[in-house]
C-alpha cells in the first residue's frame, strides 16, 4: 500500500480548511441577509477573536497585520449592512490593531520619510482651524479627510522593511480576500440576476446593495485580484479549481456595478503581477502558466459576455463612453476633469501651505457651484496642503520605489503600488483598503524554500520512519 507524503497531506489539509472557511463566510453572507443586525454581531466577533488572538501570540507571526487585513477587507460590507456604529471604524481598527502590532514587534529605524509624512498632515489641521467654521471643519478633517491619509501612514510605518514569510503572506491575503468573498455572496443573495434590476447606463445602485458602485467596484476588483494572485501562487487543484469560479462570480460582481475604476485598475495590477511572475520563471514553469493565463482569459470573458447579455448591451455602452441610446458622451470621466482642474487651482493660488484640511470641497463649491467630495486623493493633498503635500506625494512615490530597486524580492510590489496609486485617483481614500495595500507592497517577504529543505529532510525521515512501521 502506497502511503503520501507528509507534505501532500499538509496541502491537502489546507486545501480542505481554505474550503471551510469559504463556506464560513458565505453562511456569514447567507445569515446577515436574511437578519442584517447580524452585522453588528459579526463586527463585534471579529473584533473580540483579533484582539485575543494578538495579545495572547503577542504578534509573533504578525497576527496584527492578519487582522488589518481582515478588517480593509470587511469594512465595506459593515457599512453596508449597519455593523459598525461610527462610518470612519475599518480606517480607525487598521491603525489601532497595527499600532497594538508595532508595540510587541516595533518599526524599522529606516520608516523616518513616513514619520515625516505624517507631520506633514499637521499644517494643514493648523490652517484649517483658522477658519470661522472651525468646529465642523476640524471634525471633518479627522474623521473623513485625514483618517484615509494616517491609515496610509501607519500601514506603510508597520510594514517598511519588516521581515514576513511568504506562508505568513498568504494568510495576510486570505484574511483580505474572506470578507471581500462574503461581501460577493451578500450581493448575489441582494439582487440575484440582473432581471430584479433597474439598470440605467450611470453607476448602478440595485447592482451593489444600495451602497456606493465606485466602492463596491473596488473592493470587487481587489477581491479579484486577489484570486488571481492565488491561482498562480497556491498550489492545489481544487483550490485553483475553486478560486476560478469564484473569480468568475467577483468580477461579474464588479462588472455590474457599472462603475469602471475598480475593474481597470484590477486588470492592470493583475497584468503586472501576471508579467513579473512570468519574466522570473524559468521555461518549463512558464509552460504552466501559460496555462492558468488561458483559462484565466476564459473566466474572464465568460463573465463580461454574461454582464453584456444580462444587460440588453448598456454595460458595451457605459465601458465605450456611449448613453443608454447609444450616442457619444461629451465627457468620459463622469466629471473627473473638472474636480481635478480646481484642485490644481486652488493649489496654485496656495501653493505653500494649501487651503486647509476639508476646504477643497468648500473651493470647489466657490467655483463649481457644487459641493462634490474630490476623487483623487493626490490632487487633494496638493490642495489642501501646498507645497508640503507634494513632499508628502514624492515621499509614498520615491521610498518604495528605491525600496524594491534594491531588493526586488516582492513580486507582488507592482501590482499593489498600483492598486493604491489607481485607485486613490479615481476614489480617493474614502475606504481603508488602499491604504492598506500601500503597506503590503513594502513588506520583506522571505523565501520559505531554505527553511523548506530542512523541514523536508525531517519530512523523508518521518516517511521512511511510518512506512518502515506501516
Not at 490593531?97 to 529605524?109: D, E, Q, R
Not at 471643519?137 to 484615509?148: D, I, Q
Not at 512570468?278 to 509552460?287: T, W
Request: include cysteine; aromatic fraction near 14%; hydrophobic fraction near 50%.
Amino acid at each position: 500500500m502506497r502511503y503520501k507524503r507528509p507534505s501532500r497531506v499538509v496541502q491537502n489539509l489546507l486545501q480542505v480548511e481554505y474550503i471551510k472557511l469559504v463556506l464560513l463566510h458565505l453562511a456569514i453572507a447567507f445569515a446577515i441577509y436574511l437578519y442584517e443586525p447580524l452585522s453588528m454581531l459579526y463586527s463585534l466577533s471579529v473584533f473580540a477573536y483579533f484582539i485575543f488572538t494578538i495579545l495572547q501570540k503577542k504578534n509573533k507571526n504578525n497576527e496584527a497585520l492578519m487582522a488589518a487585513a481582515y478588517i480593509a477587507g470587511v469594512e465595506i460590507f459593515w457599512r453596508m449592512t449597519g455593523g459598525v456604529v461610527f462610518y470612519e471604524t475599518g480606517k480607525y481598527a487598521v491603525i489601532v490593531f497595527l499600532l497594538i502590532g508595532m508595540l510587541f514587534k516595533g518599526t524599522s529605524a529606516k520608516t523616518t520619510p513616513f514619520w515625516l509624512y505624517l507631520l506633514i498632515l499637521v499644517p494643514g489641521i493648523v490652517i484649517a482651524s483658522l477658519n470661522p467654521d472651525y468646529d465642523e471643519v476640524f471634525r471633518k478633517a479627522v474623521a473623513f479627510n485625514l483618517s484615509g491619509p494616517v491609515c496610509l501612514g501607519v500601514s506603510a510605518l508597520y510594514c517598511y522593511y519588516k521581515k514576513i514569510s511568504k506562508k505568513n503572506f498568504q494568510k495576510v491575503l486570505l484574511m483580505l480576500l474572506l470578507p471581500i468573498i462574503t461581501n460577493m455572496f451578500y450581493l448575489f443573495f441582494y439582487t440575484p440576476s440582473l432581471q430584479e434590476m433597474v439598470i440605467n447606463i450611470g453607476a448602478n445602485y440595485a447592482a451593489t446593495g444600495g451602497y456606493g458602485p465606485n466602492q463596491i467596484a473596488t473592493i470587487m476588483g481587489m477581491g479579484s485580484l486577489l484570486l488571481v494572485i492565488r491561482l498562480f501562487d497556491v498550489k492545489g487543484k481544487w483550490v485553483n479549481l475553486i478560486d476560478l469560479g469564484l473569480l468568475g462570480m467577483m468580477s461579474y460582481r464588479a462588472i455590474i456595478t457599472f462603475s469602471r475604476g475598480g475593474i481597470v485598475t484590477a486588470l492592470i495590477c493583475a497584468a503586472a503581477f501576471i508579467f513579473l511572475l512570468y519574466y522570473k520563471k524559468g521555461r518549463r514553469e512558464q509552460k504552466q502558466l501559460q496555462i492558468k493565463i488561458i483559462f484565466l482569459v476564459g473566466v474572464l470573458f465568460a463573465s463580461w459576455a454574461l454582464s453584456a447579455a444580462g444587460s440588453s448591451g448598456l454595460i458595451v455602452n457605459r465601458w465605450t463612453g456611449k448613453d443608454a441610446r447609444g450616442r457619444e458622451k461629451e465627457d468620459l470621466t463622469t466629471g473627473r476633469v473638472d474636480l481635478l482642474s480646481t484642485e490644481l487651482e486652488a493649489f496654485y493660488h496656495n501653493p505653500v501651505v494649501g487651503v486647509g484640511v476639508g476646504k477643497a470641497k468648500s473651493y470647489r463649491e466657490e467655483e463649481l457651484g457644487e459641493e462634490i467630495a474630490t476623487h483623487s486623493e493626490v490632487s487633494r493633498l496638493l490642495s489642501e496642503h501646498g507645497l508640503l503635500g507634494l513632499l508628502g506625494v514624492a515621499i509614498l512615490v520615491i521610498v518604495p520605489m528605491l525600496f524594491w530597486l534594491k531588493f526586488k524580492n516582492n513580486y507582488f510590489f507592482l501590482c499593489f503600488m498600483l492598486f493604491w496609486f489607481l485607485t486613490v485617483n479615481h476614489s480617493a481614500m474614502r475606504i481603508a483598503l488602499p491604504a492598506f495595500v500601500y503597506g503590503l507592497a513594502l513588506l520583506y517577504i522571505v523565501d520559505d524554500k531554505r527553511r523548506d529543505r530542512r523541514t523536508g529532510i525531517e519530512e523523508r525521515k518521518l516517511s521512511s520512519v511510518v512506512s518502515s512501521q506501516l
